[in-house]
């Protein structure tokens, strides 16, 4: 068996997440479709493995996945490949022959995720699938510095959604900030850490939304973290902001 390493973006906007769900159009059961297809459907069923899970109406700009085919392509001709085969929400924009230790999500360091938020009175139509709308006015210098917080290792049990399986909370987050995107007229918040909880990118978001907006305090962070008490920040932002920027497997 020869394992692939593949990078590739979709638009989330029609698919139950990135996961395998039963009788759902998922981003996992379409590779894995595809993958079996150009390895002539072996028994058992080749299976593809990503990085990581993104929920239903979340993009990636850059995802991992990897797997193992019996038979021996170029990274080109895989590429090409699965491109062929593969519906226009998903495209793979790298595939390469990686060492059979190689592991998409335990071999990850780090990842990057984006969230864009737009406002004004009303949701413009061509970007209501790919960002967040938010009407209130913002202090964006606030919330870069509110986000500053949230860098270091912490507990983020606050921030984690119902239905996680993790068998901690503590991640690091290695860099945080919120800027104002001039050309596209958007807030942007990114974050960079070794591993993000279920919706914990979405609900700090939330978070910054409401400091920015002045229902919270800018210090209110490590208050919320040391509580440890989920109903101590209860929005979750929107699905369609968000975007899986990198997976980093270097140093």
Known sequence: MYRYKITFAYDGTNFSGFQIQPHQRTVEQTLKDVVNKIAKNPQPPLNVVGSGRTDAG??????????????HLSGEAMRKALNSLLPRDILVKRAEEVSPSFH????AHRKTYRYRVVQGDFVDPFKRNYTAHYKYPL???KMNRAAQDFVGEHDFTSFVASGSQA??????????????DQHDQEVIFEFTGNG?????????VAFLLEIGSNQRPVDDVPRVLAAKDREQARMTAPASGLYLVSVDYGE
Not at 167 to 180: D, L
Request: proline share 2%; charged share 25%; aromatic share 16%.
């Open 139 to 141: 202090d964006v210098e």
């Open 104 to 107: 998409a999500r335990f071999s």
């Open 167 to 180: 068998k901690s909370n503590v991640r690091t987050v290695e860099r945080a900030r919120v800027f104002y």
């Open 58 to 71: 979340v993009h990636a700009l850059n995802q991992v996945a990897h797997f193992d085919c019996p038979f």
């Open 196 to 204: 993000f909880l279920y919706n914990q990118v979405r609900i700090m």
